[in-house]
């Protein structure tokens, strides 16, 4: 446990300064600030609907969960998966890396684990925010219902499973990003990959599942599938977040292989 917290906080120290790393809080602040300022200037237009607290919360926080799982995290977890290790490739300090005395593994682990934390700042700011920012609305224009319902559960499990979802993402990217040191190989593979996991998941293939990039867009479609139904019904655990977890477990596992079997050479 030891060696897996110093490498954990050596990741820390090396990439404070990136944009991986600010880009996890800025995205979520511009993109949630964005959204409640298009509420707050729109908001004679949206009153017009009188929609009720749930189904305000709902709107509102389809907004950025729209914008947020279906463009910006995959594109967001491929940059911060190959920033992450294109600092070792970057200084040439993979060997130096593991030449020091700690756990090889808890090395690798340290590094992956970054990422995952790193995603998850960015996913649970989201919710965080939009909680925050629908309140404030409220505040400055009476009229809106966010008050008659708490959103608590409805963001977390929207955004929890949009998290599990995004794991098979990053999994299969910070792998690609250990073989290739260049930008463009990860990068493009992600992008292509992004956009056939949009495709097929829309055009409803009963196997999209199976593919992760298509997960996050499918875990999308169950959470819309929650506006006539109370958000406590939505299950987390579907189909396509268990692919997602198993293609996280397993590519782990084979990344650690693939980086011992790079540093012996």
Request: charged share 10%; hydrophobic share 50%.
């Amino acid at each position: 446990m030891r060696s897996l917290y110093l490498s954990f906080i050596s990741e820390f120290y090396k990439s404070r300064k990136t944009l991986a790393f600010w880009a996890a809080i800025i995205l979520p602040v511009v993109i949630c600030g964005l959204i409640a300022f298009g509420y707050y200037t729109n908001s004679t237009k949206i009153l017009k609907y009188n929609y009720a607290g749930m189904m305000l919360w709902y709107r509102y926080s389809s907004a950025s969960l729209n914008v947020m799982g279906m463009l910006i995290l995959p594109f967001y977890v491929m940059f911060m998966a190959f920033s992450v290790n294109n600092i070792e490739h970057k200084n040439d300090t993979w060997k130096t890396l593991f030449s020091q005395p700690l756990n090889k593994f808890a090395i690798y682990a340290a590094k992956y684990l970054y990422a995952v934390m790193l995603l998850l700042i960015c996913v649970l700011l989201f919710p965080l925010l939009t909680y925050v920012s629908g309140h404030l609305l409220q505040v400055l224009i009476p009229k809106y219902t966010f008050n008659d319902y708490s959103p608590v559960v409805l963001l977390s499990r929207f955004y929890g499973k949009l998290f599990l979802a995004s794991m098979g993402i990053l999994s299969i990217q910070f792998v690609l990003s250990l073989i290739w040191a260049d930008f463009l190989k990860p990068m493009g593979i992600g992008f292509i990959g992004t956009i056939a996991g949009m495709i097929t998941a829309n055009v409803g293939w009963k196997y999209a599942y199976l593919i992760p990039y298509c997960d996050p867009a499918l875990a999308l479609r169950a959470a819309k599938g929650t506006k006539n139904t109370r958000p406590e019904d939505l299950p987390i655990f579907t189909q396509e977040v268990w692919v997602s977890l198993i293609f996280a477990v397993a590519l782990f596992i084979i990344g650690y292989f693939i980086l011992l079997k790079r540093n012996i050479k």
